[in-house]
């Protein structure tokens, strides 16, 4: 048999060249040479670029969920592409969560009053019995359920068919977007960017939310009518969002987003790949890779996720 060689392309590479080589797997061998090697782990915009040395090229483990530089219809597809799922839930619950809290329980005002040295008592808001929708539902969005359902929340769930979370209250397909987001009081964006998901959420979506509803965006930029957006929020159309990804990054410093009220900013950061993270799954993918077993989080090319 001929011996697996791994090459490692990521600005942590000897980060993870120490984790794999410590769980010791079975027959692999770590190479620096792109012709030679035949698995790749790493971050897809870094594969893209090395992609016409990887001559013997069969399986490439994204270290990200997103793989859109990968599955561009101008790049070779003649090998298994896995993503990073299953990784980041308890990261994006914690990020989504932690600004619905901090929304709805004042911090910001609170942090003002104090700074004034007035005592005031602005009155919280609460999460339990309050309904969130959940526009994607993949592994982080059921995640994101589990979460609403510790609060007590009402869960809505629009896939494009998938209906395999049983924390989702209810699902939404198709032409039904619409209703949807009819009385939610808070939209998370949790989808990966493809042609279809293009400025899903636009005017109508917007116009289509309650006034005092929250927006939080933590799948791809592309999802969101930026403009749209803008304006909803300077009309008082729409009570917050949070962004952490935008159509265009890095955000120039003149886009209005940046002046827009009520609108708080991150900067792709709501969930990080965590090294350690990815060499466990890393790990569970190489011995089914071994054993010739499908791989976990294969990524369809057409549909790009």
């Not at 619905?100 to 003002?112: D, G, H, P, T």
């Not at 005017?203 to 803008?230: F, K, Q, T, Y």
């Not at 991150?266 to 499908?294: Q, V, W």
Request: hydrophobic share 40%; aromatic share 8%; net charge negative.
């Amino acid at each position: 048999m001929i011996m697996p060689k791994l090459l490692i392309l990521s600005r942590d590479a000897d980060e993870y060249r120490r984790l794999i080589g410590s769980v010791q797997l079975p027959d692999l061998e770590m190479t620096l040479d792109p012709k030679e090697c035949d698995i790749v782990i790493g971050e897809p915009k870094l594969i893209q670029d090395a992609l016409p040395l990887l001559s013997s090229l069969k399986w490439v483990q994204s270290i990200y969920a997103g793989v859109e530089p990968l599955v561009d219809p101008t790049q070779r597809r003649n090998y298994i592409l896995t993503n990073a799922r299953g990784v980041f839930g308890e990261l994006m619950s914690e990020y989504v969560f932690g600004y619905l809290l901090f929304l709805e329980k004042k911090m910001l005002e609170r942090m003002k009053t104090q700074a004034a040295r007035e005592w005031q008592r602005p009155e919280s808001g609460v999460l339990r019995g309050k309904t969130i929708g959940l526009l994607g539902v993949g592994s982080i969005g059921t995640h994101l359920a589990g979460t609403a359902k510790h609060f007590g929340m009402t869960v809505r769930g629009f896939t494009r068919e998938s209906e395999s979370s049983d924390q989702i209250d209810q699902y939404f397909h198709g032409d039904d977007l619409l209703n949807f987001a009819d009385q939610l009081d808070y939209l998370i964006i949790v989808l990966p960017r493809t042609n279809d998901t293009n400025q899903i959420v636009n005017s109508n979506l917007l116009n289509a939310l309650p006034s005092h509803a929250i927006l939080i965006n933590v799948g791809r930029g592309n999802a969101v009518d930026e403009s749209a957006l803008v304006n909803a929020l300077k009309q008082g159309k729409l009570a917050a969002a949070v962004l952490d990804v935008f159509e265009i990054e890095p955000l120039p410093k003149e886009h209005p987003i940046w002046g827009t009220p009520n609108l708080y900013m991150t900067f792709h950061t709501s969930a990080i790949s965590y090294p350690e993270n990815l060499t466990k799954l890393f790990a569970e993918n190489y011995h089914l890779y071994l054993d010739g077993k499908p791989l976990k989080y294969q990524v369809d090319f057409e549909r790009g996720y």
